[in-house]
T-cell receptor
Framework: KQEVTQIPAALSVPEGENLVLNCSFT??????LQWFRQDPGKGLTSLLL?????REQTSGRLNASLDKSSGRSTLYIAASQPGDSATYLC??????????FGIGTKLQVIP | DAGVIQSPRHEVTEMGQEVTLRCKPI?????LFWYRQTMMRGLELLIY????????DSGMPEDRFSAKMPNASFSTLKIQPSEPRDSAVYFC?????????FGPGTRLTVL
């Protein structure tokens, strides 16, 4: 059974700070790694998807990296804003498009 | 495109009743997933279909749960009989290849 672990479970930072969210996975045959954002009471929104052949993806203030050999991914958020407050989930896709999620990191950016 | 559509958005029922959750995937997506999200366990994959065929139902908690996909544009997740521990948010997601798109979820409360 594949497992995805996210650390920390919760994080509170002042506005403007750069931060890193961590994700580790056990699947050695990962197909891709994806980061999602979930706002309270809402569904999931895809932020970045990294294919297994890639090392990183960037979108605006977000940068996600993937290191298959160590089974780790990080999501870097630059110059955090209160609107970034949400739960961030990491998910790895293995064979047959099976997606396994971490439990998430709840981020609070304080104005 | 309206995205993945789920109904109902909220369901409150009494223990022992049958519950049916519905999902309309995005047109053209050949994979469909049912997830359950709770505070304790996070997002859990229940079952997924590829081209309307169930590929992996190992996440279905027990025989009380069943899922069908009679055609490419409709799927149901049924719980019979429902129990209080089934209370959770149930998400449906569809995917063309490796990037799942999530519906808004159905919040189920079993009293």
């Amino acid at each position: 059974k594949q497992e995805v672990t996210q650390i920390p479970a919760a994080l509170s930072v002042p506005e403007g700070e750069n931060l890193v969210l961590n994700c580790s996975f056990t699947d050695s045959a990962i197909y891709n790694l994806q980061w999602f954002r979930q706002d309270p009471g809402k569904g999931l929104t895809s932020l970045l998807l990294i294919q297994s052949s890639q090392r990183e993806q960037t979108s605006g203030r977000l940068n996600a990296s993937l290191d298959k050999s160590s089974g780790r991914s990080t999501l870097y958020i630059a110059a955090s804003q209160p609107g970034d407050s949400a739960t961030y989930l990491c998910a790895e896709t293995g064979g047959y498009q099976k997606v396994t999620f971490g439990i998430g990191t709840k981020l609070q950016v304080i104005p | 495109d309206a995205g993945v559509i789920q109904s109902p958005r909220h369901e409150v029922t009494e223990m022992g009743q049958e519950v049916t959750l519905r999902c309309k995937p995005i047109s053209g997506h050949n994979s469909l997933f049912w997830y359950r999200q709770t505070m304790m366990r996070g997002l859990e994959l229940l079952i997924y279909f590829n081209n309307n065929v169930p590929i992996d139902d190992s996440g279905m908690p027990e025989d009380r749960f069943s899922a069908k996909m009679p055609n490419a544009s409709f799927s149901t997740l049924k719980i019979q009989p429902s129990e209080p521990r089934d209370s959770a948010v149930y998400f449906c997601a569809s995917s063309p290849t490796d990037d799942p798109f999530f519906g808004p979820g159905t919040r189920l409360t079993v009293l």
